[in-house]
């Protein structure tokens, strides 16, 4: 079982910062199938991300992912109010389709 | 427009059983696997279950193995999840979500329900 750990847990930041999320595997990701996904107070997550890098569609250019093996990160370029929510990586190669337990970014 | 609608939530008592349901609709439903993730209140995301081409080819989650069973109804654009031997810890909001990829493939998980709640207690 591929165990994903999301660091920090918790980002307080401000509008018009970068932010970069990190996503540990416990062991390498084949294929990098590992996603990100955006959930909001009260709603669904989003797909953000897939294949490590690509972003899924009417995702804003400011949201990219990078990384391979058991190494993957999400970086936001310049923060917007809207932004502000828990962020997940998961794999979905192998099952079980674990997630991360999430970070948190707050103004 | 591609759409999940999940029902069937509501109160059980510990060791009861609950289904589950999720319409599916603008999209050719048996074209893809479809999964259930489930969120404890407060807490992260858990993958559940995943079910591909019918009700044959399914995965558990170690925590529901032997408890919960996903099924698909391909005539009827319909995912279910038949929940048996609840347990409080299996209280939660509970999401529907489509593969992105057709199968065989998977991929992950682009379209979601809004979610049905689940609360086990007595």
């Known amino acids: 079982e591929i165990v994903l750990t999301q660091s920090p847990g918790t980002l307080s930041l401000s509008p018009g910062e970068r932010v970069t999320l990190s996503c540990k595997a416990s062991?390498?990701?084949?294929?990098?199938?590992l996603a990100w996904y955006q959930q909001k107070p009260g709603q669904a997550p989003r797909l953000l991300i897939y294949g490590a890098s690509s972003r899924a569609t009417g995702i804003p250019d400011r949201f990219s992912g990078s990384g391979s093996g058991t190494d993957f990160s999400l970086t936001i370029s310049r923060l917007e109010s809207e932004d502000f929510a828990v962020y997940y990586c998961q794999h979905y190669g192998i099952s079980p389709r674990s997630f991360g337990q999430g970070t948190k970014l707050e103004i | 427009e591609v759409q999940l609608v999940a029902s069937g939530g509501g109160l059980v008592q510990p060791g009861r059983s609950l289904r589950l349901s999720c319409a599916a609709s603008g999209f050719t439903f048996d074209d893809y696997a479809m999964y259930w993730v489930r969120q404890a209140p407060g807490k992260g995301l858990e993958w559940v279950a995943r079910?591909?081409?019918?009700?044959?080819?399914?995965d558990y989650a170690d925590s529901v193995t032997g408890r919960f069973t996903i099924s698909r109804d391909n005539a009827n654009n319909s995912l279910y999840l038949q929940m048996d031997s609840l347990r409080g810890e299996d209280t939660a909001l509970y999401f529907c979500?489509?593969?992105?990829?057709?199968?065989?493939?998977?991929?992950?998980?682009?379209?979601w329900g809004q979610g049905t709640m689940v609360t086990v207690s007595s």
């Open positions: 062991q390498s990701v084949s294929g990098n199938d």
């Open positions: 979500a489509k593969a992105m990829y057709l199968m065989p493939a998977t991929g992950p998980l682009d379209v």
């Open positions: 079910v591909r081409w019918n009700s044959g080819f399914t």
